[in-house]
DNA sequence: TAGATTGTTAATCGATTAACAATC
DNA sequence: TAGATTGTTAATCGATTAACAATC
């Protein structure tokens, strides 16, 4: 990885190359320019080249990048080329909802890289539910369960009065990066990685434009 | 309004601000500072007096900005001081939950502006369903649903490959801004507004930083 | 070889931060 | 009035775009 400084805008770009690399797979097109490339996922094909010039050099010139190949070199800069554990904290609508989808596309998609390893909460009623395979547990167990098996992420579902302290117990048991779907700012160590997916803030913000 | 060619992120970081105002609204507190303001929404003090500037003057000298006063002003900018009626195409786990956590939201929280106007599929084993009183109708009632109920926004949770075609149906229908949870890029003419909401491209750019 | 497209540098553009006069 | 904080301007920083030599 030549520059592990990318900057933020950059890796999530690398995100919409991979998925445009893996919809492109059953083409037969072995190679793709930064032009198409570009297009596709929705940025210039200068743009393409100085985003992935970061990491190294994946293309020929003259022809363009293997698709195979630079399919391959992205997931492995995101550290998707295996599986990748995840518990969703806060089993109801959204968090249900959410464990089934994952679950679904991991059946369905071949490569898909994240696994439901967990999912938790505290309402005594909902405790000992599965849904598709996976137990409901209380979150005391959260500690164990990330010790035992590894996982590095989590998906907050809970309430926005709960969303702090449920961030909490992840960072307590060593949670290294958290999606954050209640609508509430929360902190985290400056060693975690914290993004937000609050629904209600994009609806606002596309609001803005009616 | 002064400015209504305010970049993009001043504002997603309106809704940001919106969502502190809110939270705040129970406090005791009548004027906040452009310094705690940002603290709360994880913005500099200096990001938030700009931002505010683009729409206007809010504030008192040496005072701050009167809550409530403010709170209003931003709706009023994000048009959301208003009733803000939305369709979900895609009656799936996620279309499914969508519909019931904004339903959900609106009994529970003051002031929440986003309702529900009609819930879309095309499977027909779905249709005549109903999820929280709202019955599931074919896509093909999406335009009279729109024209009768002056619909503007539209959640797209359909799968991948029929997302283009979900989006187009809306476009025809006469919805000028979408949220598009599919993890397929998709196009729209320039005078509709798209924002995407692909949780699995979130996954990929946190798991970067595992 | 000729044509095409990369990787990279320089130029442009825009957003963030710092600083401070205005003023509540 | 004195202290505090806004609104705004100037300085800094970073990202995007344009251009082109290198080379497949």
Redesign the pocket.
């Known amino acids: 990885m030549?520059d592990a400084n990318a900057?933020?805008?950059?890796v999530r770009?690398l995100a919409l190359y991979l998925r445009v690399l893996n919809a492109t797979s059953a083409d037969d097109k072995n190679?793709?320019?930064?032009?198409?490339?570009g297009e596709r996922a929705g940025?210039?094909?200068?743009?393409?080249?100085?985003?992935?010039?970061f990491f190294?050099?994946?293309?020929?010139?003259?022809?363009?990048?293997e698709v195979g190949f630079l399919r391959g070199e992205i997931a492995r800069i995101l550290n998707v080329d295996r599986v990748v554990r995840f518990v969703i904290l806060g089993a109801g609508e959204l968090g249900v909802a959410l464990a089934r989808y994952t679950q679904r596309r991991r059946e369905t998609e071949h490569g898909y890289p994240f696994l439901l390893a967990g999912l938790f909460d505290v309402d005594p009623s909902k405790i000992g539910q599965t849904v598709d395979g996976t137990a409901i547990e209380h979150l005391d167990a959260l500690q164990d369960a990330v010790k035992e098996s590894g996982v590095r992420m989590a998906l907050i579902t809970v309430p926005a009065q709960a969303a702090q302290e449920a961030v909490n117990a992840s960072v307590r048991a060593g949670i290294r990066a958290i999606l954050n779907f209640a609508p509430k700012s929360v902190s985290v160590p400056e060693n975690v990685r914290l993004h937000n997916a609050d629904v209600t803030l994009d609806l606002h913000h596309l609001a803005y434009f009616l």
Chains 1, 2 share one sequence.
Do not use: C, H, T
């Not at 190679?31 to 198409?36: A, L, N, R």
């Not at 210039?44 to 100085?50: E, F, G, I, L, P």
């Not at 190294?56 to 990048?65: A, C, D, I, N």
């Open positions: 030549r900057p933020e805008v950059v770009r190679y793709i320019s930064s032009q198409e490339l940025a210039s094909a200068a743009q393409v080249r100085k985003d992935l010039a190294g050099e994946f293309g020929k010139q003259g022809v363009g990048y």
